[in-house]
């Protein structure tokens, strides 16, 4: 026994060390080592690939800009103030970095920013590149042209020209010509720093895999440990729901509602057993005692043994009702009971229940008393025979309560678009503290429900329930002790017009 603890301790320790590769907290880290290493390549390739192309075509966009606007500025203002066309193209120099030069197209008058910027880099042959330039507007004809010379180590430079035209002036041509630093000292710089980037988003990430696979494991653990001993058959555990992610809460809450549940069942349960034990040793002990009358006492006298016999005969009846019942009612809460749904004549199908009833209107001064709708026959969807049963419950329970008025009546009427059923006595009554027991005996109400006549199992009502729950029937009772009862359900129908109504 001790070496099979050690042993198991042993394993356990194995386990906590070992990597578990399903595991959320393995899963997690993994994934964000995964988003690390993706997210640095990106930063890699984007950077080796694409940061010199990226970087002209910006330069690019920035000298296309530049025309536009001062392509714009020529043609839209109506006297042309020279003094804030020049200062819109400086400004326009300044903020792009680039070099713009505007000649007429005689080639008589030239405005040009003076400074070539990139960090006050002079370009040679800045009048070879205007000249190539001005050549290729010309031969293309058009309105603009646009190419890019490259000066070896000391870089590239966009060259882009255009002709301006604007209502009552001049055509004149604009050149732009804006230097590309060479990028290599920038992508060498740059990729130091990404280095550096790197291994700390790797600490970063791995730091925070384990941080957050900590904080959402840690619970789950938890869960899982408690949940174990919830399996072992004690339910006296609390999962902790006050957790801060949502989803841990609802688990635990979850989980502690079906810990409750389990418990309140397997009390059930246990009630059931010893409510049921109870019940089957009454009639035993009666039909052994009076056997056993027989064999000593009466045996020889036929009238006292006809008695006796007579009890054991009734006894065995209601043994053999109530194991009925309780397979019947065991087998509708398992769901293993079929239910038809088919239309029924519910009022014609309580008539013949109730039918059954009348001979103890001559025999012990019952008064039955039927009362359909006036007008319509209702039609339900279900089981005939089980709709049946529940009316046999409830108007024998109207016959065994009924004490000095022996009146009962069966009445129909309209409930908000539902049939109204219901089952009148006069009798003893029910107390108020036990209206809502007397429908589960077996289950809640087991201790408070008295059994105040002998002849019934204790199950007709939580039989009755259960039928009318499966058809979608709401139910409930009216009583006052001493003076009746109405049980009722309402359900849903369909109303047939009688046609014999003139
Ligand atoms: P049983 O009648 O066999 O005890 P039921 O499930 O049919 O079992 O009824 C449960 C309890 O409800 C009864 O024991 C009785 O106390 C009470 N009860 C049922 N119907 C009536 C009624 N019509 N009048 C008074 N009490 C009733």
Known sequence: MKTEDAEERKEKKKSEFSTDIKSLRFRLTAAFIAFAIVLMGVLWLMQVFSLKSYYQRAIESKTQSGITRLRTAYAAS??????????????????????????????????????????????????????????????????????????????????????????????????????????????????????????????????????????????????????????????????????????????????????????????????????????????????????????????????????????????????????????????????????????VDIQKAAESVLSVYKVLEDQDGFRFHFEPLAYETPIVTGDEARLQQVFSNLISNAVRYSADVKDITVRFSLDGGRLKCSVIDKGIGIAPEDLESIWNRYQRASKSATRSHASGTGLGLSIAKEILERHGADYGVESEVGKGSIFWFTIKAKFIVDSNIT
Request: proline share 2%.
């Open 78 to 343: 109506e006297e042309l103030d020279a003094d804030a066309f020049t200062d819109a193209l400086m400004d326009i120099a300044r903020d792009s970095d680039i070099y713009i030069y505007i000649e007429s197209e005689n080639g008589l008058s030239a405005i040009s920013s003076t400074e070539l910027m990139s960090g006050g880099r002079v370009i040679n042959g800045i009048a070879f590149l205007l000249d190539q330039a001005r050549q290729q507007l010309l031969a293309s004809g058009g309105s603009e042209t646009s190419f890019v010379q490259d000066f070896g180590e000391t870089g590239k430079v966009i060259i882009r020209a255009a002709k301006l035209e604007g209502e009552n002036r001049e055509p004149v041509r604009l050149f732009i010509i804006a230097p590309l630093t060479p990028m290599d000292t920038t992508v060498s710089i740059l990729t130091g720093l990404l280095f550096w980037v790197t291994i700390f988003s790797f600490i970063l990430g791995a730091l925070l895999a384990v941080v957050f696979s900590k904080s959402l494991a840690a619970p789950i653990t938890d869960i899982k440990n408690k949940a174990k001993v919830l399996a072992t058959g004690n339910y006296n555990v609390h999962f902790d729901d006050e957790h801060s992610y949502t989803e841990v809460r609802e688990l635990a809450r979850t989980l502690n509602e079906t810990a409750y549940e389990l418990e309140r069942s397997t009390e059930l349960q246990k009630d059931l057993v010893a409510n049921v034990s109870h019940d089957l040793r009454t009639p035993l002990t009666m039909i052994k005692s009076y056997a056993e009358m027989i064999r000593d006492i009466s045996g020889d006298n036929k009238e006292k043994r006809d008695q006796h016999l007579g009890v054991i005969i009734e006894e065995t009846d209601r043994l053999s009702n109530l194991v009925g019942d309780i397979l019947f009612i065991s087998k509708i809460q398992s769901g293993t009971m079929e239910m038809k749904r088919e239309p």
